[in-house]
Every structure is written in C-alpha cells, then in structure tokens.
C-alpha cells in the first residue's frame, strides 16, 4: 500500500509564498512520477504541475508557471510545491498524487494524498 501525505497549506496574503510537501510511504518511490493537483470549491480538480521519477523533466499549468516550482527529493521520498507571488485564485485544497508519466490527466495517477488547504487572501 502507498500512502501519501501532504502539508505545508495554510492561509497568506496576496503576493505571498508557501512550500508544500508531499511525503510517500509504502512501495518503491523513486519509479514513479507525481503530480500536484488542486480543487476549488465547484471546480473540478486540475493539473498544477508534475515531475518525472528522476527529476530530470518538470511540467506546469500555464496558470502558474513561472510561479511555482516543482521538485523532488528521493532519498526523503518527497516531493515538493514552492508557491511564490500566490493570488487568490490559487485558493484550493491541493493534492499530490503518484503516477507512472508526468502527465496532466488525473485518471493516469493511482494513489492520492488526503490534500492540503491553501487560501490566499486579497
């Protein structure tokens, strides 16, 4: 069994930054690629951004690219989101997920952290 467990959410103004992590449990993680997704209160959930097993290759939303920053540690068996310059549409519960590519398409991911809230006041 894999389980994945995010933290680092929390409240912040408007231009402010927060890191997220993303800690894996269970099964071999440095085979696979993970994703951050988020979800908004009456939105379905979307594609923030993903990292491949070695690292090597890293993939953004055009809503957040050039924002936030995606990485890895595998000898932690984390991942990483640093949010920088946060608006308040970045208002969601994110989640990270592990999949075999880093792809965009929720349904290519397996396993799912439990999300963490991010809220972004103006």
């Known amino acids: 069994q894999v389980q994945l467990v995010e933290s680092g959410g929390g409240l912040v103004q408007a231009g402010g930054s927060l890191r997220l992590s993303c800690a894996a449990s269970?099964?071999?993680?440095?085979?696979?690629?993970r994703g951050w997704f988020r979800q908004a209160p009456g939105k379905e959930r979307e594609f923030v951004a993903a990292i491949s097993w070695s690292g090597g290759s890293t993939y953004y939303a055009d809503s957040v690219k050039g924002r936030f920053t995606i990485s890895r540690d595998n000898a932690k068996n984390t991942v990483f989101l640093q949010m920088n310059s946060l608006k308040p549409e970045d208002t969601a519960v994110y989640y990270c997920?592990?999949?075999?590519?880093?792809?965009?398409?929720?349904?290519?991911?397996?396993?799912w952290g439990q999300g963490t809230q991010v809220t972004v006041s103006s």
């Open positions: 269970g099964r071999t993680f440095r085979s696979y690629a």
């Open positions: 997920a592990r999949g075999n590519l880093p792809v965009a398409d929720t349904r290519r991911y397996d396993y």
